[in-house]
C-alpha cells in the first residue's frame, strides 16, 4: 500500500533533522556507552574479534540475545564510524511511521486519519527520544512491531513469523512478549498464527536459557519488585505516553489488558539506569510501539479522534520532549579541538583506558579495541550538564554574536565560570 505523501515527507523531514541532531551529539562527544558497545561489538565482528566489548568487558552475545543486529556487520566493515549506526537509528525510527499508516489503512482508516497518526508518532517524545539517544535494540522493535501487526492483520503467516523471528533477535524479553500476544491471537484472531507465534517465542526463549546456561554467562537483568516503586512518577510517564495520541487507546477498554505484560515490566521495575519519567528510551520502546498500533487501530473505528490526535502530538514534541527540540534548549557547541583528539584514538595501537565521564570519547574511537572504558565507579565526578540552554552560546559559535563572558564548555555545554 503506498503512503501518503504527507508521511513519507513528514519521516523524510524526522530523518533530516534527527541525523544532523545526532551528529551535533556524537561530534560534542556527548553519546554514552551503549552506543560504543554496539560500534566496538559489530567493528569487532567484522574483523573476526566476537562480540566482545570494552564498555561491558564481555561479549555482547552473553549479556542480550541480539544477534539479529549481525546483519549490520557487512555495512559497519565498510564504515566502522557511530555515525553509522546513528544514522541507521534514525532511519529505523523514521521507517516506522511508514508501516503504522499502512497498519491502521489495513484497519480500515482513511487517508487523513492514518497519515496523522503515523505523524503524530513522529512527534511523539518516545520516537523523538529513541531516535536521539544511545543505538540500541530496541530500535528496531516499532518498524519489526508495526510490519508484524500488518502480516497478522492480512493473515500471511509467512511474514508474521519473519517478522516474530526478527523481533526475537533484538533482545530476550521479546520472547516473553510474544508468547503473550501469540496467544491472544490465536484466541481471538488466527489460530494457525497465533500458535505458531507463540511456539516460536518459546523456542527462542528456551534456546537462550540453555545457551546462557552452557557457556556460563549471565545477561544484564533488571530487578522487579512485587510492589510500585514512585507511582505517581509512573502514572505520570504513561499520561505522557498517551497524550501524544489525545488518550485514544484507553478507547479499547477491556482490550487494553493486551498490554498487560508490557505495563507490568515499567511498573514493577526497581529503580535502575533512569527514572522511568524518561518515556523516549529504549527501554520503553515496546510499550510505546503497542500504543501507536493502538492508536491507529482506534482512529480506524472512530475517525473523530485523528483531529484531536494531531493536535496533542505537536503539543507533547514541543512542552514534552526528552530531546533537544524541547522548547529552551539548543544544540551543543561543538569542541573541534576534542572531537578530533577522540577521532585520532581510532588509530592508537596502545591500550587505552577512557573515563567513564567522557564516554562520548569512548564512542568515538571504539572502533578500535584496544580503546576500552573504565569500569563504573559511583564516586567519579566530572560529568557534565545534560542539555544546553544557552541560546547566546550556540549562535556565537555558529558565527553569530559574541561569546558569553566567563563562560566555558563543558562536554558541548556552556556553563559559567
Not at 520516537?127 to 528496531?140: H, K, S, T
Not at 510517564?237 to 501524544?244: D, R
Not at 556565537?396 to 561569546?403: E, F, M, Q, R, Y
Amino acid at each position: 500500500m503506498k503512503p501518503a505523501r504527507a508521511v513519507v515527507i513528514a519521516a523524510a523531514v524526522f530523518a533530516v533533522v534527527y541525523i544532523a541532531l545526532d551528529l551535533n551529539k556524537l561530534y560534542a562527544l556527548r553519546y554514552g556507552a551503549d552506543t560504543g558497545t554496539f560500534v566496538q561489538w559489530l567493528a569487532g565482528e567484522a574483523h573476526g574479534r566476537g562480540s566482545w566489548n570494552g564498555a561491558e568487558y564481555r561479549p555482547h552475545l552473553q549479556v542480550h540475545d541480539s544477534w539479529a543486529l549481525l546483519a549490520l556487520v557487512p555495512l559497519m566493515a565498510v564504515f566502522p564510524y557511530a555515525q553509522t549506526l546513528l544514522v541507521v537509528q534514525v532511519l529505523a525510527v523514521a521507517a516506522a511511521a511508514l508501516a503504522i499508516y499502512a497498519f491502521a489503512r489495513e484497519c480500515g482508516a482513511g487517508v487523513r486519519g492514518a497519515s496523522i497518526v503515523a505523524i503524530a508518532y513522529l512527534l511523539s517524545p518516545s520516537a523523538q527520544g529513541i531516535a536521539y539517544g544511545n543505538f540500541l535494540e530496541n530500535v528496531f522493535v516499532p518498524l519489526l512491531a508495526a510490519l508484524g501487526a500488518i502480516a497478522v492483520r492480512r493473515r500471511a503467516p509467512f511474514a508474521s513469523l519473519i517478522a516474530a523471528q526478527l523481533l526475537l533477535g533484538l533482545k530476550e524479553d521479546q520472547a516473553l512478549f510474544l508468547v503473550w500476544f501469540g496467544t491472544a491471537c490465536a484466541l481471538w484472531w488466527d489460530r494457525r498464527i497465533g500458535v505458531a507465534i507463540a511456539a516460536l517465542a518459546v523456542a527462542n526463549g528456551a534456546a537462550f536459557v540453555l545457551v546462557e546456561h552452557v557457556t556460563d554467562a549471565h545477561p544484564s537483568l533488571p530487578g522487579y519488585a512485587l510492589h510500585v516503586d514512585d507511582p505517581l512518577q509512573k502514572l505520570a510517564f504513561f499520561a505522557a505516553l498517551l497524550a501524544p495520541f489525545a488518550f485514544a487507546p484507553l478507547l479499547l477498554r477491556r482490550r487494553l489488558l493486551l498490554a498487560a505484560p508490557l505495563v507490568a515490566e515499567l511498573v514493577f521495575n526497581r529503580p535502575w539506569a533512569y527514572p522511568i519519567a524518561r518515556i523516549g528510551t529504549h527501554w520503553t520502546a515496546p510499550v510505546f510501539a503497542a500504543t501507536a498500533l493502538a492508536a491507529a487501530y482506534v482512529v480506524a473505528k472512530h475517525p473523530r479522534t485523528a483531529t484531536p490526535v494531531l493536535a496533542c502530538a505537536i503539543l507533547c514534541a514541543l512542552f514534552l520532549n526528552d530531546t533537544v527540540l524541547k522548547i529552551g534548549r539548543w544544540p551543543y557547541v561543538v569542541d573541534r579541538t576534542a572531537y578530533a583528539a577522540a577521532a585520532k584514538l581510532r588509530e592508537s595501537t596502545d591500550h587505552v583506558v577512557i573515563r567513564r565521564a567522557q564516554e562520548g570519547a569512548y564512542v568515538v574511537a571504539a572502533a578500535n579495541p584496544n580503546v576500552v572504558l573504565a569500569k563504573y565507579d559511583p564516586n567519579e565526578t566530572g560529568y557534565c550538564p545534560a542539555y544546553d540552554k544557552d541560546a547566546q552560546a550556540f549562535f556565537a559559535s555558529l558565527g553569530a554574536g559574541t561569546w558569553p563572558p566567563n563562560t566555558a564548555l563543558c562536554g558541548g555545554v556552556p556553563i559559567r565560570r
